[in-house]
């Protein structure tokens, strides 16, 4: 009797902690620009069977909300995944992926119901492998979409032909 109850008590309080032997990796929960507008955030809920994905999700498109504002844009969701709380440390996580675009835009009328969220059955370490040479590769001077944003900016009429020329010879020169 007094075994099986240390069992018991052995089993909820795995069940309620976990153990950390899903990923080693812990994910980076800063908003990462992946190109020009484009920006992603993950996060991670590490209250096991008491956390919410609803409030997960909330706190992390929240985030990507404040963000935008804080640059006078609108966060517009391009992707989404999520990962329910498994076992032994299976923590649930929300992965955004956003554009940031003028108010008033096309685009600034997209939201969450406007994209399929893909559920993940765990959380693999390939993706956060992915993330972070995303991640470095965007640190690394990205040439071409700087010119493309000046050349967005030109159509937009934002700056003159003659300041898109002088910007895009400073660009170029700094490769």
């Known amino acids: 009797m007094i075994c099986s109850i240390k069992t018991i008590a052995i089993s909820i309080s795995i069940l309620l902690t976990g153990c950390a032997t899903v990923t080693d990796v812990v994910p980076d929960e800063k908003i990462l620009n992946v190109t020009g507008n484009t920006y992603e955030i993950i996060d991670v809920d590490y209250r096991g069977i008491f956390g919410s994905e609803n409030t997960l999700k909330s706190s992390v498109l929240t985030k990507a909300d404040k963000f935008a504002k804080s ?29 940031i675009v ?50 967005k900016l030109r159509k937009e009429g934002l700056i003159t032909s003659e300041e898109f020329e002088s910007k895009k010879k400073q660009i170029l020169k700094s490769e």
Do not use: C
């Open 71 to 99: 640059k006078g844009m609108v966060a517009s969701p391009i992707s989404a995944r999520i990962h329910r709380v498994g076992i032994l440390a299976d923590w649930a996580w929300f992965y955004y992926k956003f554009d």
């Open 102 to 151: 003028a108010p008033g835009s096309p685009e600034s009328y997209r939201n969450m119901t406007d994209i399929k969220i893909v559920r993940d059955a765990r959380l693999a370490s390939e993706f956060y492998t992915e993330r972070n040479q995303a991640s470095e590769a965007i640190e690394q001077h990205d040439v071409y979409s700087e010119i493309k944003n000046l050349d």
